[in-house]
């Protein structure tokens, strides 16, 4: 079956595209005017032309050239593009523009969003075992609220939820006031808890330890 020349054309006139692109670059912060600089670019290189110019880029967009170059300076800024040199068989000397650093962002950024995406599972799990029990809506309302709202990482939540435990006080309102009261504390991590933990008692135990005041040599004057 001859398929129409034009269909064909389609076919064969396609360039490659990292589907993390398309689905994690706002993950960077990036706009869509920068995905488009960005495809626009993958599309020139694709044609051979490695360094297109700013005009090139904005012919094909609703963008000048200053907003093009505005962009790249944004993308080189982040460290997300570079341009690279390369000698060829001939020994001439071309520059690119590499964008391997955005794209092993992008794929850095996925693992660590599937990676907190396991552990906010593992921490349901565990507290559903100290609990003993299975956590009712509004108890997974408020661990959810902790962890979008609050952005209080698992581990840290774990750590309060620890000393809910040891405390002997294993409920969400007291592992609610641990977690604000890290956060008004500015503590971000199970080490600074541990770092704010150890100056507590350094200074309950300089409290503690503080000598009596020696009286006997002042002078008595209500005795005078």
């Known amino acids: 079956m001859n398929l129409p020349?034009?269909?064909?054309?389609?076919?064969?006139?396609?360039?490659?595209?990292?589907s993390l692109l398309i689905k994690g670059y706002h993950s960077l912060g990036l706009t869509e005017v920068d995905l488009m600089v960005i495809l626009q670019i993958i599309r020139w290189q694709k044609e051979g032309d490695l360094l297109p110019s700013f005009d090139q880029i904005a012919n094909h967009m609703t963008i000048n050239s200053n907003d093009v170059s505005n962009v790249l300076k944004k993308l080189r800024n982040q460290g997300l593009l570079t341009i690279d040199q390369f000698e060829d068989d001939q020994q001439v000397v071309h520059e690119w523009y590499s964008i391997t650093p955005l794209i092993e962002k992008l794929y850095e950024v996925d693992q660590e969003v599937t990676q907190s995406k396991d552990e906010e599972g593992k921490l349901f799990n565990l507290i559903e075992q100290e609990f003993g029990r299975t956590l009712s809506p509004i108890e997974i309302e408020t661990i959810s609220y902790w962890l979008d709202d609050d952005r209080f990482k698992p581990a840290l939540i774990k750590?309060?939820?620890?000393?809910?435990?040891?405390?002997?006080?294993?409920?969400?309102?007291?592992?609610?006031?641990?977690?604000?009261?890290?956060?008004?504390?500015?503590?971000?991590?199970?080490?600074?808890?541990?770092?704010?933990?150890?100056?507590?008692?350094?200074q309950s135990n300089q409290q503690t330890q503080k000598p009596k005041r020696d009286t006997s040599v002042y002078y008595n004057w209500l005795e005078e």
């Open 5 to 18: 020349f034009s269909y064909q054309k389609i076919l064969v006139d396609q360039i490659n595209i990292p």
């Open 159 to 202: 750590a309060a939820l620890r000393e809910a435990v040891l405390m002997g006080k294993l409920n969400f309102r007291y592992i609610d006031r641990i977690l604000n009261e890290w956060k008004k504390k500015g503590i971000k991590s199970v080490n600074e808890t541990k770092q704010s933990n150890q100056t507590h008692r350094a």
